[in-house]
């Protein structure tokens, strides 16, 4: 029988926010705790795990969850079933080579989320999911990801803030141009939203088959370099499919509709 105490470096941080130690593997019981956990959830036929907080990141934790990483990847493989195993948040790209090794998915950014809209005092924006800043900086920062999305591990862009209305805090276009970029970019397409009371324009937007197959056939799209066409922020972003063909998606960043 081991404890936590048994098994933890309690002068080291684990991989939550706050109060969680760091998991020293040399001691006996430290990975057999990791691997009786995901029997139990293979029992349960769990398909979806998100380890939140994995360091080392660009956030502001300064974890070392790596080895931890190699243990849940092995206690997966141990279960027999095709677990999802998804990393978070603002993952560094400095170690993206163990993110694909052990893991299918990694969020590329900080939380997409206004945390600010939730306290703030103005009714125009009080409650709103996302704004058009937290968006867009995912057309930079998802670039040097590009290459390292490939079948069986993918960029993660963070969930979709699309389904609530004028509450999602993004214009209906602002919206459209969320749900393309994340279908191009090959994204989990993860919903962050109350699907009991869905908005039916953005139900329109999140069921487009074309671009949902798009994203499910497993081909990034990168940016060709002509943003600054006639000095605005305008993107071209392609995919060149396995027939040959091209999806093309063009982007104005400039203005809100």
Not at 8 to 19: A, D, R, V
Not at 65 to 84: F, G, Q, S, Y
Not at 137 to 151: C, M
Not at 192 to 201: K, N, S, V, Y
Request: charged share 20%; hydrophobic share 40%; glycine share 8%.
């Amino acid at each position: 029988t081991a404890h936590i105490k048994d098994i933890t470096i309690t002068t080291l941080p684990g991989s939550t926010h706050k109060g969680s130690y760091k998991i020293d593997f040399s001691k006996p019981g430290a990975r057999a705790y990791i691997f009786s956990m995901l029997r139990q959830f293979a029992r349960w036929k769990v398909d979806f795990i998100k380890l939140d907080f994995v360091g080392p990141g660009g956030g502001n934790l300064p974890a070392d969850n790596r080895e931890e990483l190699r243990v849940w990847h092995a206690a997966i493989l141990a279960t027999h079933r095709p677990i999802w195993l998804e990393l978070s948040n603002w993952m560094s790209i400095d170690q993206a080579p163990l993110w694909q090794a052990t893991s299918n998915g990694w969020r590329i950014e900080n939380d997409v989320e206004c945390y600010p809209c939730g306290r703030s005092t103005d009714p125009a924006i009080k409650g709103n999911l996302t704004t058009w800043a937290k968006v867009s900086e995912r057309f930079a920062d998802v670039r040097p990801w590009i290459a390292y999305a490939k079948p069986g591990g993918w960029n993660d862009l963070d969930s979709l803030e699309i389904g609530n209305g004028d509450k999602d805090g993004i214009t209906p276009a602002e919206r459209q141009t969320m749900f393309t970029l994340w279908s191009m970019s090959c994204a989990p397409l993860y919903l962050g939203t109350d699907l009991t009371h869905m908005d039916p324009a953005d139900l329109a937007i999140i069921t487009n088959k074309k671009l949902i197959a798009i994203n499910q056939a497993g081909v990034p799209a990168s940016p060709l370099d002509i943003q600054q066409l006639h000095n605005k922020p305008q993107e071209v972003w392609f995919t060149k499919n396995r027939d040959g063909s091209f999806n093309l998606a063009l982007f104005n960043l400039t203005y809100s509709f």
